[in-house]
């Protein structure tokens, strides 16, 4: 389990989920981008609920272990939009990031074999 702090208040999630929301927060920030994402957590009861938190340059989020749950919410349709969503908007650097957890064959194959420049420094001319 990872929490996802945000602001003054923690959502706990599943580590992919959290991994690949801090990937896209990421890229969306370097791109001068925002977009609204619902990640699934639980209430004070533990009851499940979905909490929607806007990522983009100005947002200032980190990912910090939680004690683990059993009831882990694992949401791999969540995490491959967000891989999907993070590539989209250019953020081929923080794809590894995002797949770390993901057992779908597009985000292993990013693990083994990242997008064309990813990573690789920009060519500058001054």
Known sequence: MKYIVYGENRIMTGDAIAEAALAYAAALGENGTTDIVEIPTADADGVAVRAEILLGPASQ???????DDELEPEDEDLVN?????????GGGRFI????SHSDE?????LRTRPPKGAGAPADHQD
């Open 61 to 67: 989020i980190m990912v910090e272990s939680a004690p």
């Open 81 to 89: 939009e967000l891989i999907r969503r993070t590539d989209e908007v």
């Open 96 to 99: 590894d990031a995002a797949s």
């Open 105 to 109: 064959p597009a985000a292993r194959s």
